[in-house]
Each structure stands twice: as C-alpha cells, then as structure tokens.
C-alpha cells in the first residue's frame, strides 16, 4: 500500500475559482506535511508546510490538516492559469528525517 | 546563486556503463537528500545524507547504487552497470532544519539508459 496517496488528475477548474486538491497518508505517527508545487520540467518547490490539526492560510493558499482521518488538502483560490502544475503531496513521520511523496495531482486552470 | 547545483544536467548512456552524478548544496545546510522521479511519479527517496554520514537509504535501492558525501560538503550519486529502468530524473536536495522545514530541490540531472 502506497504511504502516500494523491488522485493523479487532472482536475480542470476554470480561472477564478477555488482549486481543491486532497492527500491521504497511511502512517498516524506523520507529523509534517508539505505541499509542493511542480511545473513541467521543473523541479518542486514549497508552497506551504503544517503540522497542526486545522487550517493554515498564506496568500490564496490554505492547507488543512485532519489527522483523525489522516488527510491533508490544499485550496488554491481565485485560480490562475499560472497555477497550472502538478502538486505534490509530502509526509513525513515523526522521528523521521524522510518526506515521503505522493503522485502528484495534476491542476489545469483554463481562461 | 546560492541554490542547490546538480551536474550534469543530462546525461545519455549506453546499458552497462557506469554515470556519477554530482550535487552541490545550499553551504549552510546539512542535510542532502537524493530522490528519483520518473514521469507521472512523485520524488521517490533513495538516500539522505546528515553531514558526511549516511543514515538512510531506501531498502528499494540497488547495490549498483552508491552515494557519498564526503567532508560533509557535496554529494555524488553512482549508478553502475546502468539498466533501462535506471532511466529517471535524479533530484538532490538539502535542508536546514532537523524535522521539519523545506527541502531545496536542484534543477535534477535526466538520465537517459539506450
């Protein structure tokens, strides 16, 4: 069973509206979690890391973290077409240095 | 540019020969990280580095793989007897803080396996 889990996409949204893109994670012991964005041909960067139960917000971004349920998401609102990428979805359990990563969910914002 | 600089950027090579790829990371991070990611695929972790010590290494990892970082300073990984399936992107990465914090991707070094 894969550790980290993230639907592949992709998920077409026009421009202006909200992007919701979702994570599941197989360890309960995780305590880091990081979104990062990938363009094509280009290597990830961060966009926003949690590590507490809730939301947390940053520009048009909002990560929220549920680890009753083991799920984390990220909402991109007010979509632009410069938000077209694959997001990736990285975990990291406790006492462990190692992020695991999703798939990647691939987003299209089309004008 | 103080980023993280892998080389080569790409490398094409006949099945069975040997390639050495290099990484320089951010000078005050000791923490580097090697990831591999084919298409359609997230980074996949193959080892990480605190300083010049190897802690971790991915039990999917091939004994044709070998990665130093000696003086604690750059990186290189080494792919011997290279397969077709050995044809990825190789991403290096560092990072400063102990449990937490961002991971600094290079620009990757594509390596192609005819």
């Known amino acids: 069973q894969k550790e980290v889990e993230q639907n592949s996409g992709p998920l077409s949204v026009p421009e202006g509206a909200i992007a919701s893109l979702n994570c599941t994670y197989s360890d309960r012991g995780s305590q880091s979690f990081f979104w990062y964005r990938q363009y094509s041909g280009k290597s990830p960067e961060l966009i926003m890391f949690i590590y507490s139960n809730g939301d947390k917000e940053d520009g048009r971004f909002t990560a929220q973290l549920n680890k009753a349920s083991q799920y984390v998401s990220l909402l991109i609102r007010d979509s632009q077409p410069s938000d077209s990428a694959t997001y990736l979805c990285a975990v990291q359990p406790g006492g462990s240095y190692i992020p695991t990563f999703g798939r990647g969910t691939s987003l299209i914002v089309h004008p | 540019d103080t980023g993280v600089s892998q080389d080569p950027r790409h490398k094409i090579t006949k099945r069975g020969q040997n390639v050495t790829f290099r990484c320089d990371p951010i000078s005050e991070h000791n923490r580097l990280y090697w990831y591999r990611q084919t298409l359609g695929q997230g980074p996949e972790f193959l080892t990480y580095?605190?300083?010049?010590?190897?802690?971790?290494k991915s039990r999917l990892l091939s004994d044709r793989f070998s990665a130093e970082r000696p003086k604690g300073s750059f990186s290189t990984l080494e792919i011997q007897r290279t397969e077709q399936g050995d044809s990825a992107m190789y991403l290096c990465?560092?990072?400063?803080?102990?449990?937490?914090?961002?991971?600094?991707f290079g620009e990757g070094s594509r390596l192609t396996v005819l």
């Open positions: 580095f605190q300083n010049e010590a190897q802690l971790e």
């Open positions: 990465a560092s990072r400063e803080i102990d449990f937490g914090g961002e991971l600094f």
